[in-house]
């Protein structure tokens, strides 16, 4: 039988323990729009399927193997249903994790090596890196003058991602309703906003500045201001994800902590 979020948090926790991926983490990564769970409790993969007219974008969210199921061919199996499927469904390719605004990775972690052979085995085409970026909790930085940090309640960090970085406008939305996001406003204008566990929990991200008021000291205020609600809640380390200015991160003291390899198998 198809695993439910709860029987397959047990199933990733069995196969990859150090991830600490939740029921609930797994349930907005792998059971929301657009996606399907493939398997058993065993063994088990989600695949992300987006329509575009005539064609699709797929991308496989996750693979997990009991390591009492494991040298049995069960993984490449599924990828290979993930794969049909994809290409029945008139995608090019099929991804491997890289899937906003709903992800588990940005892509396969190299330390994830028996996950890397296998992809490579199967033919997919590494394409890039990403990395994400661990921060103490205990960062702080004040806000700059005129400036006001407040947990967001209304749709101005929505309607700033709508504008500026559309491709967020998901992951800001479901962080506003969940209490995980942030934003900086100056009079009653939004400038900036910063989410966390939107995806995973403990995870930080999206963030962003409206490109008018960037070095200003915003971004620092903003990840100060989520790195606080994150230690309130217990974490003493949070998780950066899919990095892009690692300079910004890097001064206010975060350090690379994971790469991740992206990669695509042409159907």
């Known amino acids: 039988m198809t695993p439910d979020p ?3 948090a047990r199933l990733v926790a069995a196969a990859l323990p150090d991830e600490h991926l939740t029921a609930s983490d797994l349930e907005r990564c792998c059971f929301g729009p657009d996606t399907e769970v493939l398997g058993d409790a065993t063994a088990a993969a989600a695949l992300l399927l987006r329509r575009f007219g005539d064609s699709a974008y797929a991308s496989l969210l996750l693979l997990a193997v009991h390591p009492d199921a494991q040298r049995r061919s069960r993984g490449r ?10 290409r029945a469904s008139g995608a090019a390719d099929l991804h491997l994790a ?18 890397l052979a296998l992809f490579e085995a199967e033919g997919f085409e590494p394409y890039g890196a990403a990395c994400n970026m661990a921060i103490a909790t205990s960062f702080r930085a004040a806000a700059p003058e005129g400036v006001v940090v407040e947990r967001e ?4 960090a929505g309607d700033l991602a709508r504008r500026e970085y559309p491709a967020w406008v998901d992951e800001v939305e479901r962080g506003t309703a969940a209490g995980g996001c942030f934003a900086a406003r100056a009079g009653s204008t939004t400038i900036g906003f910063a989410c966390h566990s939107v995806n995973r929990h403990g ?11 960037k070095r200003g000291g915003v971004g620092n205020a903003l990840l100060a201001a989520v790195c606080a609600d994150l230690e309130a809640r217990g974490e003493t380390v949070g998780d950066i994800a899919w990095v892009g200015p690692v300079g910004f991160y890097a001064k206010a003291g975060a350090r690379v902590s994971r790469v991740f390899r992206n990669a695509r198998l042409s159907l």
């Open 153 to 156: 309640q209304s749709a101005g």
């Open 6 to 8: 709860t029987a397959l």
């Open 203 to 213: 995870w930080i991200g999206p963030m962003a500045t409206d490109p008018q008021r």
């Open 98 to 115: 890289a899937a906003v605004p709903r992800y588990v990775w940005p892509g396969v972690d190299f330390a994830h090596t028996a996950a």
């Open 77 to 86: 199996d599924l990828v290979h249903e993930a794969a049909a499927r994809a």
